[in-house]
Nanobody, 122 residues
Framework: QVQLVESGGGLVQPGGSLRLSCLVS????????MGWYRQVPGNQRELVAE???????DYKESVKGRFAISRDAAKKTGYLQMNNLKPEDTAVYYC????????????????WGQGTQVTVSS
């Protein structure tokens, strides 16, 4: 019943920008942490950015200063703003979220989206 749907991927030239969105649907109590990951065929999936329950964000070193993660609790949506994109950013990007299933005790389950392709090429 709980689903994560990414959008906003596509083809962009080097130096361009994209904004990815992750909409959480279904009957939930709330959203704890959210994160964005990416994967190139043949490589391991890697963490790009994450935001915790307090709003603190952390980034992969190579995207610092270029990417920004955020979320809107009312819209149940997470975002990844990507600026000054480079060819090495090309990958399938995945959204992940810790969904709150009970408040007492506090418990969460992890959910993943299906991914969206980002291609940076001239």
């Amino acid at each position: 019943q709980v689903q994560l749907v990414e959008s906003g991927g596509g083809l962009v030239q080097p130096g361009g920008s994209l904004r990815l969105s992750c909409l959480v649907s279904g009957s939930i109590f709330g959203i704890d942490a959210m994160g964005w990951y990416r994967q190139v065929p043949g490589n391991q999936r890697e963490l790009v950015a994450e935001i915790d329950r307090d709003g603190f964000a952390d980034y992969k070193e190579s995207v610092k200063g270029r990417f920004a993660i955020s979320r809107d609790a009312a819209k149940k949506t997470g975002y990844l703003q990507m600026n000054n994109l480079k060819p090495e950013d090309t990958a399938v990007y995945y959204c992940s979220a810790e969904i709150i299933i009970t408040w007492w005790p506090r418990q969460t389950n992890t959910y993943w989206g299906q991914g969206t392709q980002v291609t940076v090429s001239s």
